[in-house]
């Protein structure tokens, strides 16, 4: 943490620092939401700074205080003089600050972080979509109100059809060489024997007794009789020149 | 022709489709390291669109500390990053002393100090052995397994447990070394020298091994900066970014040891800067056993912090109050805000802990260096090839329970 770079930012925005600390050694600058982006942005581009090093954005949550619910919490650093600065701002519940992930592209997954745990959103953010959690998940579990042993709402199946995600197999496919035998204990027959006994005892059909293998068996059939087919008319196009 | 040709044939004449087609790699995959899904858009081979999704081992880190003491997030820290538990031990650890203004003995800073680096050397030599074997070659990844389980041996020696230790604790550590932990280590670091060797025979001339890594999953110096990251990654950019170097921690800066940086940004270079940092990790070691007094104290002098001796506890009243006092209120620190951070396995690994003087964190934030790594592995991977995601994503080092906490 670097001394220099709060001197930096002090005579560069004056009053428009809210705050600056330096307690435990980690030098701090807090500024109004509407600088953020902005102070951000200068942190980065100026010459004496070069705050290039992205190191951690998250939030902190005080539901008890009255002016603004959230303390934003920017880390960065600089890989040309080794300083590193903490920003931080207040954020009301429901405000969106403006993003930063146009200025560092590690601020993408932060920022979508804080939005999974705290429910702060990004103005401007690419890609605003729960990162950890899942969509379905109700609430941001890092709220101080949120308590720990909430249960969530089970998710019903996702029928996903961008990604062609299908059941592995049907019934039948399904395992052959499973202990259970699902297809006769589903069509209601008290015998719970292995599918290879089953087989052996008449019980279970065989795999390729089945629908689906009796299906390629006619299609194979079927390009067999016209292969043949093939093969007679070839061969008496043959045998007609032939005679010629 | 066999009659299933005339099928092949028959389906072949089908109209197959010039959209790209979107592939769903995980979340439980043989080639990928953690539960961690991957959507891809792919034309032929080459990517030309991803979509990372973390979170499938998420089980509320953060969220768990703020209900226990203080000293009740060792078991969970050691489950950050599992491969190397010891280095987030201490990392919590020196978090909670920076806020209490604290410093350990001189004893136990070397100590923590030569562990870490034990545990930094598992971490590298797993790491290592899994990308050669994502590769094709078992024999190097038992190999390189087998000092992970040498290091661990000495580890459980010290701490009771192969790997999540628990073994830290703040203002000292849960025991003091063994009579035998200087020879113990001291008979180790023959043998990782020759195991190091061993690698670079058997792989760095490996045409398979070569083709598949140098030039593959390339990140800029730019890039790394911007996406914040760390560690050995970093460093094979070319970014001499090394905390113990540049923010000097417990005794780091009495040790002479160089920071590896690579050139290119590729597999390969950050496969040999895991590499060399095994011989740095050692020689770090080497001067610390040198350094370390034989004798002395190990925890501070601290009742407000270290728990009373067991035997006093037993006899004593004032020791079972103090015992009581320090599992129920847990210790109470002042109130603030740190950020301290430390040379984890895979980068920099931060604690920002928010405490508002009471004996529970009151926000406990990791800044896991997976997460930030695993960001970028979106520039690495687009527009390579499919096959490329297998060592690329094995040289990031993704560890589930860092990276998703």
Known sequence: ?244 | MEPADDLLNEMAALEISADPMRLNMGPSHPAMHGTIRMVIDLDGETLINLDVQPGYLHRGFEKSCERGTWSQVFPYADRLNYVSPMLNNVGWALAVEKLLRIEVPERCQYYRVILGELARIADHFTCNGASAMELGAFTPFLWLLKVRDWVWDILERETGARMTHSFGRIGGMAAPPTATFKDDVLRLIPEVHKVVKETEIMLLRNRIFLDRMQGVGVLTKEQALSYGVTGPMARSTGIPYDVRKDHPYLVYDRFDFDVPVGEDGDNWDRFMVRLEEIRQSVRIIEQAIEQMPDDGPINVDDPRVIFPEKSDVYTTIEATIAHFKLVMEGLRTPKGEVYSFTEGGNGELGFHIVSDGSGTPYRVRVRPPCWYNLAASREMLLGGMIADIIPTFGSVNMIGGECDR
């Open chain 1, 1 to 244: 943490m670097s001394q220099a770079v709060v001197d930096r930012l002090n005579a560069q925005f004056g009053e428009r620092v809210l705050e600056t600390s330096d307690a435990f050694g980690d030098h701090e600058v807090r500024v109004a939401l509407k600088d953020w982006a902005e102070l951000a942005q200068f942190t980065k581009d100026d010459a004496d700074l070069q705050m290039d090093h992205f190191i951690d954005l998250t939030a902190v949550d005080y539901p008890e205080r009255e002016s603004a619910r959230f303390d934003l919490v920017l880390m960065t650093r600089s890989s040309v003089t080794g300083a590193r600065i903490r920003l931080r701002t207040h954020v009301k519940d429901g405000e969106e600050p403006g993003t930063l992930s146009g200025i560092w592209s590690g601020a993408n997954w932060a920022e979508r972080e804080v939005w999974d745990m705290f429910g702060i959103r990004f103005n401007g953010h690419p890609d605003m979509r729960r990162i950890l959690l899942y969509e379905e998940f109700v609430g941001h579990p890092l709220r101080k109100d949120y308590p720990i042993d909430k249960a969530q709402p089970l998710v019903p199946y996702r029928d996903v059809d961008t990604i062609d995600k299908l059941p592995p197999f049907g019934i039948e496919e399904g395992q052959p060489f499973a202990r259970i035998d699902w297809e006769s204990r589903l069509a209601g027959a008290d015998s719970q024997v292995s599918p290879a006994l089953g087989v052996q005892q008449g019980q279970r059909r065989t795999l390729s007794d089945s629908e689906a293998a009796q299906q390629i068996q006619a299609r194979i059939e079927a390009q067999m009789a016209k292969r043949a087919e093939a093969a007679q008319a070839s061969e008496e196009t043959s045998e007609e020149g032939s005679e010629e």
